[in-house]
């Protein structure tokens, strides 16, 4: 179950950074779309391998 919450939070983390204007944040925005794909890989398998 807390695999389900890490990674669902690794997905909004990384939607959040590819939408955010804060300049604070700007140097990290190459990395939006690494959490955003490990996120909703990681989600999938654990959703689909959760017993």
């Known amino acids: ?16 950074l590819k939408m955010t ?5 700007a140097q990290n925005k190459k990395f939006a779309w690494v959490f955003i794909g490990i ?4 989600l999938v398998f654990k959703i689909i391998n959760y017993k």
């Open 1 to 16: 179950m807390l695999g389900i919450i890490v990674s669902a939070f690794m997905l909004a983390f990384g939607i959040f």
């Open 21 to 25: 204007k804060n300049p604070g944040f």
């Open 39 to 42: 996120g909703a890989i990681s």
